[in-house]
């Protein structure tokens, strides 16, 4: 949804200034913290000096990452509820989208605050048994693929 937005304003940008939206994709997908180079911090802070519509997009990722750190279903519910306001008051097509398919999931990003199970362990889980799989290729015994899987996570 950023890079969307990005380029429907490099498209409206005058021609002087397009310069500052080139290579700027993954200035605005990447953390404020974790630019590091002095001359992306530069262009990051050209571009939303320049671009009033992107840097309201940075203020509302930014807003959007504080969603997780709700523990109360309510106050949560009111976060985000603000937040696609927000996001549907500035008149941009993808962030109307985003905001849309983030009130369709609501109650799956709610159920948040009641579990706050992350997916980290089982997508690693995931992986280890594609690379058993991968390794194992030819075998035709799902025994022996089955022990090799309780094998890698015996400890």
């Known amino acids: 949804m950023i890079d969307t937005v990005r380029n429907s304003e490099y498209r409206k940008a005058q021609k002087e200034h397009k310069a500052v939206y080139k290579g700027a994709k993954y200035l605005l997908l990447k953390n404020r913290r974790n630019v ?23 203020i509302l990722k930014e807003k959007l990452k504080l969603l997780w750190s709700y523990r109360s279903r309510t106050w949560a519910a009111k976060a985000l509820d603000q937040w696609c306001a927000l996001a549907r008051s500035l008149k941009q097509k993808a962030l109307s989208a985003f905001a849309n398919m ?16 992350h997916t980290g ?35």
């Open 36 to 58: 590091r180079r002095r001359s992306h911090r530069r262009q990051l802070k050209e571009l939303l000096a320049l671009n009033e519509v992107i840097s309201t997009v940075m």
């Open 121 to 155: 362990k089982l997508e690693g889980v995931n992986n280890k048994i594609k690379v058993i799989k991968r390794k194992a290729y030819g075998f035709h015994d799902l025994r022996y693929f089955t022990l090799k899987i309780y094998q890698a996570f015996a400890n």
């Open 102 to 117: 983030l009130q369709r999931h609501r109650y799956g990003i709610l159920n948040h605050c009641d579990y706050p199970i």
